[in-house]
């Protein structure tokens, strides 16, 4: 038998509840029961208690009670619970004496599981033996009215009773020990599914093995500047030993003129100051380039996009602390290549909310086209006859760097500051350093994500399934959240879509469902999801608008729909749609409430006759 050791605190509570209700409890209601509610005295009561039996019974119990809550409270082997363990004999020998064998059990099992409990099964083992002894030496003088010697062999079967009450519980109380190894062995389990699920994704890295080749040129660039600096710093030893030996000439030369060597001396101070800010620099330069190296490898150490977009920025605040840092991301809207604020850490978000530049326009524009770093530091600067602001006017000075890799301009940094010169041409090319490690990162989260989207479109139209549409409103509200911007969704269901499969065949049915995806995606944003749920419903999760500007799309896809022709000849066929939408914050505050309304506001549009948008009203949802 297995019996805890040690401290009964680095137990299950379970184990404390186990003394607690199965023995006190269930012990006190069985003595109680055997002695017919301790009706009958073994041998006589003191005076002041023959008069009231019901108060000490009640006595008893609430004994047993407060116990009970202190061996749930006790510390292991402390002075609280020796006293227990005293209390508890002390009672079970009294209550044995005045009412007879039934509580000779409860008073000689509960000190031997408490203190197995307590001091493990070595002590319980002794428990058992002074318990004995001293339970025997009652037998021998006949301390209890009711153990008579004509009556041993009643007590010899009590005892026996007693010893395999006392084992089955001890046996009971093992197995409540053992759920810490059923613990261990189901976390084995999980660290076993988590690890293919490791190799899975494992499988889905080796697609962009070749990425991790242009970040393994960059850190053999980097092994070049350290060897570059070695050489420096040889070649600075070597100017040291030269103004040593400049030194001793110019003594030399002191005695013949003092004026003549005074100016070689002065000369030597002044190369020695040169030779000490030049090592200072390259000091600065390769302590600057490991830091570099050891945030490249925590920004790359995430593939999700949203994951390496928060990291950098986090990163970038650790680096140059400033009171906005802003990541503009470039996405083509209808055919325009335009440049949204995808990350904002700055007390002015508001102003980022649905905030977007074309390629050429304001600074970080005229960043992203000519990809080249730019420092404003009194609230605008003029580049080739045209002033470029800060993007905050409250914000005197900034600093902005490119984000591209060598096939494609993916966005810009933004930092700005309060204050005027607040930056210097220092950090300037920190960030510009920063921003080309992190556009690796970034070039390869971008990749990752494009390869994990494979498999997780809808054949018939191309759009996103139901599974994707998931994973990326429970993403885009997360980050709502945090970076306080809206979100909205809008559902939509063709009227009467089933009629339209019956009249023409399921292939022109088809041929709808994909003429209404091309339409979907020639009023949307390329950062909004489009998503084919079933059948004829469609979702579109719009990022970074409000449900305002989310109705006005729904509205501008609904009048398209209503006005084409889909399919030729005797298969032509007009239909309409219905839509409902909900946004968050004003609907809803996660993406449970705003799914739901979103679909009691499509409800509302149905129950109206269709062919038309209509917002979560407060009902149904």
Known sequence: MAA???????????????????????????????????????????????QMPGILT??????HLCAGYLSFRAPSRGLLALLVLFLDTLMGVGLTYFFGPPYLILGFTLPV?????????????????????????????????????????????????????????????????????????????????????????????SEVGQIYGEVADRENALITVKRELG???????????????????????????????????????????????????????????????????????????????????????????????????????????ELFAEVAASPYTDLFRNYS?????????????????????????????????????????????????????????????????????DDLDMLADFCELASVALGNAILFQRAVTHGIHDPLTNLYNSLYLEERMREEVKRGRRYTYPVSLVLMDLDGFGEVNQTVGQEAGDSVLRGVAEILRSCTRESDVLARLEGDDFALLVVHSDRNSAFNVAERVRSLVEGYTFGQGPRKVRITASFGVAGIPHDAVNEEQLTMRATAALQQARSSGGNTVSFWSGAGA
């Open 357 to 425: 530049l074309q390629i050429g326009e304001g600074a970080p524009g005229h960043v992203a086209s000519r990809l080249e770093p730019l420092k404003i530091d009194r609230g605008a600067v003029t580049v080739d006859g045209r002033e470029l602001p800060t993007v905050v006017p409250e914000e005197k000075s900034a600093l902005i760097a490119p984000l591209a890799t060598k096939a494609d301009t993916l966005g810009t940094v933004y930092l700005g500051r309060a204050k005027e010169n607040a930056f210097t041409e």
């Open 231 to 337: 050489e420096a710093r040889e070649e600075l030893e070597s100017s040291f030993k030269r103004l040593h030996e400049a030194r001793l000439a110019a003594q030399a030369a002191e005695k013949l003129a003092e004026d003549q060597g005074r100016e070689v001396s002065q000369q030597a101070r002044r190369e020695k100051m040169q030779m000490q800010r030049q090592l200072a620099r390259l000091q600065k330069k390769f302590e600057r380039q490991n830091r570099l190296v050891e945030v490249f490898r925590q920004v790359s150490s995430n593939l999700a996009l949203s994951d390496a977009l928060l990291a950098v920025t986090e990163q970038l605040q650790a680096l140059l602390p400033s009171q906005s840092c802003v990541i503009f991301m470039v996405d083509d809207v209808e055919g325009h290549r």
């Open 113 to 205: 599981l408490s203190t197995a409990f307590y001091y493990g099964t070595t002590g319980a083992l002794m428990a058992v033996v002074v318990g004995g002894l001293f339970y025997g030496v009652i037998l021998l003088f006949s301390l209890v009215a009711r153990l008579e010697p004509g009556e041993v062999g009643n007590f010899f079967k009590l005892t026996g009773v007693q010893g395999a009450v006392t084992l089955l519980l001890l046996w009971l109380y093992s197995i409540c020990i053992g759920e810490g190894e059923d613990r261990v062995r189901l976390e084995e389990r999980s660290r076993q599914e988590k690890d293919l699920l490791f190799q899975e994704i494992q499988a889905a890295k």
């Open 58 to 63: 009640g006595a008893v119990v609430l004994y």
């Open 4 to 50: 805890q050791s040690g401290s009964p605190s680095g137990g299950s509570p379970r184990l404390r509840l186990f003394l607690v209700a199965g023995v006190r409890v269930v012990g006190v209601i069985l003595a109680l029961a055997l002695t017919g509610g301790n009706r009958d005295a073994c041998n006589p009561l003191p005076a002041i208690l023959e």
